[in-house]
């Protein structure tokens, strides 16, 4: 067990908090781990360039070592000194840097291979959490870090998240409040002969990234699970992923059908409804616990709130999680990669 500290970041003024961020910075660079807030999720920080640091995250992860970190930069013209920068990365990093985007580039032999885990490509991200941003440049060197759960569950959003899977593992947490996005970033990779591909989708949608990359492929991973024997271009996507521990159903129907069918399912259940229906959840006579997911036409708010109320939904317990099946446009792409791991692609669907 290690003995964590804590820096309370939210909300105090940048002469306070300087000191604290360089002090993190130090751990971080002495080869300490250390949570940091992101938008997205929170991060389980290493120094990228020190192959030991970054090993000690898969351990106090519990992660599987053949699954590779982003690397985090606090500028994203440093790409160029960790990866084989592309033209294509450039204009990717000029509408969208900083920001909730991950590109996958050619590694540079500078980065070990504990943090690619063998690959010869590298994922780098440059956020634009400030809090991230100063520690990142206070430290000096890239920062590797997944998301700071444990392996298999959501990802973080709040300070008391991270606490519940971190305290004694690490050595720093920085609690900068809610993350304001809530999914982690979106990941494209680009390969030397020009082709892009998304590889997990977040708050850029694929919309967006045909703005300036046309000829975007979508990776099969994002909406489907893994054929036997398949190998896929992202290690993560093969694994159970942000599950709760009640196995949790993906109801693909109309709202009325939907209320129709857990009215009549037995034994402790969690409803995430959207927050239009909510009260209609909350008359039923069987034991249904709701929890507001946000409004159906907003699904930022959506995405806010999903991990969130998976891990508070985990701290209750239930029998069963029923959730409606989001579509695949715009952020919703999204919302229906996690939730559809959420449920390991358990999907009902209700004809009326
Ligand atoms: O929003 C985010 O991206 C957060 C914050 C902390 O920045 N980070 C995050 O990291 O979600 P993680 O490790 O939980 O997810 C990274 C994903 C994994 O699925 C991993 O397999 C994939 O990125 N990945 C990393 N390096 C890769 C590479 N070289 N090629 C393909 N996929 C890669
Ligand atoms: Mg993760």
Known sequence: MKKTEYIFA???SDTELTPMLSQAADTLRRGGLVVFPTETVYGLGANALDPSASASIYAAKGRPSDNPLIIHIAHPSDAERYTEVTPLFNRLAERFMPGPLTVVLPAKSIIPKTVTAGLSTVAVRCPQNPIARRLI??????????SANLSGSPS???FQHVCDDMNGRVDVIIDGGECEIGLESTIVALSENGEATLLRPGRITPGEL???LPELKISSAVTE?????????SPGMKYRHYAPIAPVVLLKSEEKARQKYISEQSGKIAVLSYS????EYRDMPCSVDVYDL??????????HRLFYL???????GYDRIFAPLPSKDGVELALYNRMIRAAAYTVIEINK
């Open 10 to 12: 939210n909300g105090i």
């Open 137 to 146: 440049a206070l430290a000096g060197v890239p920062i590797a870090a997944p």
């Open 156 to 158: 973080p959003t709040c």
């Open 210 to 212: 045909r703005e300036v």
């Open 225 to 233: 699970a893994l054929k036997e024997g398949e190998t896929v271009l």
């Open 276 to 279: 239009e229906y909510a009260d």
């Open 294 to 303: 946000g409004p159906s036409c907003e699904p930022d708010v959506q995405a």
């Open 310 to 316: 998976l891990r508070e939904i985990d701290k209750v």
